[in-house]
T-cell receptor, first 116, second 113 residues
Framework: GAGVSQTPSNKVTEKGKYVELRCDPI?????LYWYRQSLGQGPEFLIY????????DSGLPNDRFFAVRPEGSVSTLKIQRTERGDSAVYLC??????????????FGQGTRLTVV | AQSVTQLGSHVSVSEGALVLLRCNYS??????LFWYVQYPNQGLQLLLK??????LVKGINGFEAEFKKSETSFHLTKPSAHMSDAAEYFC???????????FGSGTKLNVKP
């Protein structure tokens, strides 16, 4: 597609429920990133994929958070047993970088998750 | 460890006035620095980046930033503000492989007519 697409744009869920957030990167981009942006804060790194593998998942806050990218394209961020503190905008970005650096990351519009 | 501090969560300028958004970084290695802009209901868009070439970096929409190692700063400027510049601006530093960005908390720019 023309840009990074994230669905849904908004998600409201009840505390304790399971949610999945989807990211469609720019076609051909091998690198994919997830960030979380809480109200009044800058984006915070969660996880980075190079191809199908998670090259760096050091930003995932706990084991309730998990992300996959099984075919090296679309990625899904999964949150189990959601808590009110998980409410934030979840941003996805992709780039053509193959670990060489110095390429631009393109961000999607984000999914606003609200846990009630 | 790498981090970014943006001084001033809100900045208000008059149309035609100078825009100055401040960013200071902390990095244990030579940094790569970025400015992103976020318009309402849109994704982050890259304005400019410093990757150890020229210390004065020119970006889109008339913005530029100067890397000053002695001051550990990367302030964003624009000589004359336009109404369309109203947005939130984020400064970021990346690791050497550009695999992870550390963002500041953002500065919301308001442009008054």
């Amino acid at each position: 597609g023309a840009g990074v697409s994230q669905t849904p744009s908004n998600k409201v869920t009840e505390k304790g429920k399971y949610v999945e957030l989807r990211c469609d990167p720019i076609s051909g981009h091998t690198a994919l990133y997830w960030y979380r942006q809480s109200l009044g804060q800058g984006p915070e790194f969660l996880i980075y994929f190079q191809g199908t593998g998670a090259a760096d998942d050091s930003g995932l806050p706990n084991d309730r958070f998990f992300a996959v990218r099984p075919e090296g394209s679309v990625s899904t961020l999964k949150i189990q047993r959601t808590e009110r503190g998980d409410s934030a905008v979840y941003l996805c970005a992709s780039s053509s970088d193959r670990g060489q650096g110095n390429t631009e990351a393109f961000f999607g519009q984000g999914t606003r998750l609200t846990v009630v | 460890a790498q981090s970014v501090t943006q001084l001033g969560s809100h900045v208000s300028v008059s149309e035609g006035a100078l825009v100055l958004l401040r960013c200071n970084y902390s990095s244990s290695v030579p940094p790569y620095l970025f400015w992103y802009v976020q318009y309402p209901n849109q994704g982050l868009q890259l304005l400019l980046k410093y990757t150890s070439a020229a210390t004065l970096v020119k970006g889109i929409n008339g913005f530029e930033a100067e890397f000053k190692k002695s001051e550990t700063s990367f302030h964003l400027t624009k000589p004359s503000a336009h109404m369309s510049d109203a947005a939130e601006y984020f400064c970021a530093v990346s690791d050497l492989n550009f695999n992870k960005f550390y963002f500041g908390s953002g500065t919301k720019l308001n442009v008054k007519p």
